[in-house]
Antibody, heavy 119, light 107 residues
Framework: QVQLVESGGGVVQPGESLRLSCAAS????????LHWVRQPPGKGLEWVAF????????LYADSVKGRFTISRDISKNTMFLQVASLRTEDTGVYYC????????????WGQGTLVTVSS | EIVMTQSPATLSVSPGERATLSCRAS??????LAWYQQKPGQAPRLFIY???IRATGIPARFSGSGSGTEFTLTISSLQSEDFALYYC??????????FGGGTKVEI
């Protein structure tokens, strides 16, 4: 079965960086694009970033463009999100998520990793 | 960007009652609309996609309807495990993929 396991969250100060990881299993990693979705404490869901199955392109929400970088290592079946120049409003749980096609919902989610940005 | 608006923000119902949740899109999303359930401390779980198709393992008491800009999630007879947050999401036009603000179904 599909499993997505995030890690790398933590407590950082404004302006600092983190690298989040999403380890994938249960499907052919190179065949699927993957996404990051975040959720501030007590608030709703926000799509953050996408990477194509072949790394040919990436997409970002305007709120993170220029500060976050999505990447993947096919040899390790792992996706990453480098989050830099962090702001307090970046605080939240970061989920990796998988869709079945480019026109489908998120069928699979990880359990999330918490990023807290606080001075 | 397609803005998704859910109403009401909170729905107070009793077990066994019917619950109706609404989701409106700022422009047509055809039938590319999903509903997720989220419980405290858990990731969202896909419940409905294609506006009306139940995901694997979702009970028949959950039904979705609508197309274009107006959508509804109906829970025909609320069970204790159904009290949770529900989000709608459009996947017709992206980036960005967008979610509604959520409806909390509470006792």
């Amino acid at each position: 079965q599909v499993q997505l396991v995030e890690s790398g969250g933590g407590v950082v100060q404004p302006g600092e960086s983190l690298r989040l990881s999403c380890a994938a299993s249960g499907f052919t990693f190179r065949n699927y694009g993957l996404h990051w979705v975040r959720q501030p404490p007590g608030k709703g869901l926000e799509w953050v970033a996408f990477i194509a199955n072949d790394d040919s392109y990436t997409l970002y929400a305007d709120s993170v463009k220029g500060r976050f970088t999505i990447s993947r290592d096919i040899s390790k079946n792992t996706m990453f999100l480098q989050v830099a120049s962090l702001r307090t409003e970046d605080t939240g749980v970061y989920y990796c998520a998988k869709r079945e096609t480019t026109v489908s919902p998120f069928h699979h989610w990880g359990q999330g990793t918490l990023v807290t940005v606080s001075s | 960007e397609i803005v998704m608006t859910q109403s009401p923000a909170t729905l107070s119902v009793s077990p066994g009652e019917r619950a109706t949740l609404s989701c409106r899109a700022s422009q047509s999303v055809n039938s590319n609309l999903a509903w997720y359930q989220q419980k405290p401390g858990q990731a969202p779980r896909l419940f409905i996609y294609g506006a009306s198709i139940r995901a694997t393992g979702i009970p028949a008491r959950f039904s979705g309807s609508g197309s274009g800009t107006e959508f509804t999630l109906t829970i025909s007879s609320l069970q204790s495990e159904d009290f949770a947050l529900y989000y709608c999401q459009q996947y017709n036009d992206w980036p960005p993929l967008t979610f509604g603000g959520g409806t909390k179904v509470e006792i």
